[in-house]
Each structure stands twice: as C-alpha cells, then as structure tokens.
C-alpha cells in the first residue's frame, strides 16, 4: 500500500540533488514521464491483486554505479517494454515518508508515434514487480488519474514548461 510523500525541498540541479543523497546515504529514485505527443502521459495500473497501487508511471531506484537517467531508461523498459533513450532531467526533489528521506529525479522520454494506445507488459525487472503484468495506456496529460500525493504528479508543471519549449520537431 502506498503512503503519502512529503516534499521537504525545493527543485534541485541534478548534480546537487545526486551529491546530497550520496553525502547522507539517501536512496535515489527516478520517475519516468513518456509521452507520444505533447499532450498524452504515459501511466500503468498494477493487476487487480495489488488495488491499492493505483495509476502510476515508470519509477524505481537508482541501482549502484547507475546515474539516474540510466535508471530512467532502465525502469521504464522494466516496466512498459518500450526502449528509449535520452532522457531530459525535468526536476529532483528531495522527499521524505515517515522517517526516510529519498531524492527523487524526475525525467521526460518520447515514445515513438507508433507505439500503441494501450498493452499489457509482463515485469521483467524490480525488487517487487518482477512477473507482474501491467496495463500500459496513454492517457491525456490533464486527466492522468495518477495517485495524489505520492510525488507522481510533483513534477508535471516542468513536464508541460518542457513540452512547451522544445519544438514540435523533436517531439
């Protein structure tokens, strides 16, 4: 079951964010906003044995000698199949759950135009979800349904100033 986030920090620069977990042995994590145009957002529900899980994106931690946009490229094919690369750091925040405090990086990848509207992915990967399926969907950015409160939606604001710089061509 998942437990409300509290933000304690403000956006960090990636290389701050990083140099402050690593000094206080904090736990990295990454979250994966995808999108195939600029007004859908990728999410996944968990299967119906996991109710609690709610509507998320693509998000883990950072393995040991990973850099958080590896991460980023690795959770999100652990989690939806999808091989994509350079990802665009949007935001790092630091949060803390009770007592435990975490950075957590935020990061923008494009899917192709042609990936599908919706499918199921078997886990390949994760300390928990391995073996899992998850229904895969896009969904439009201003109706994500993603659970509140529990940091997948804290950095959609720099998702959409992104969106709204880059050019339509590279999108």
């Not at 996991?50 to 980023?72: L, N, S």
């Not at 391995?130 to 950015?141: D, E, I, K, L, N």
């Not at 959409?160 to 339509?168: D, F, G, K, S, V």
Request: aromatic residues 10%; glycine residues 8%.
């Amino acid at each position: 079951m998942n437990t409300p986030t509290e933000m304690t920090g403000y956006d960090l620069p990636l290389a701050e964010a990083i140099a402050l977990a690593q000094a206080r042995g904090w736990r990295q994590r990454v979250l994966a906003y995808i999108t195939r145009a600029p007004h859908e957002l990728l999410v996944f529900e968990h299967p119906p044995l996991y109710p609690d899980a709610g509507i998320q994106v693509p998000a883990g931690g950072v393995d040991p000698g990973e850099t958080p946009a590896e991460a980023a490229v690795r959770e999100t094919y652990e989690e939806t199949g999808l091989r994509l690369h350079s990802p665009v750091h949007l935001a790092s925040y630091h949060w803390t759950r009770g007592e435990t405090s975490q950075v957590w990086h935020y990061f923008w990848l494009a899917a192709p135009v042609a990936t599908p509207n919706d499918w199921p992915h078997w886990v390949t990967g994760g300390e928990t979800d391995a073996g899992m399926t998850f229904h895969c969907r896009f969904v439009s950015q201003q109706a994500h349904g993603l659970i509140p409160r529990f940091g997948y939606e804290t950095a959609l604001p720099a998702l959409q100033a992104h969106l709204t710089r880059a050019a339509p061509a590279t999108l």
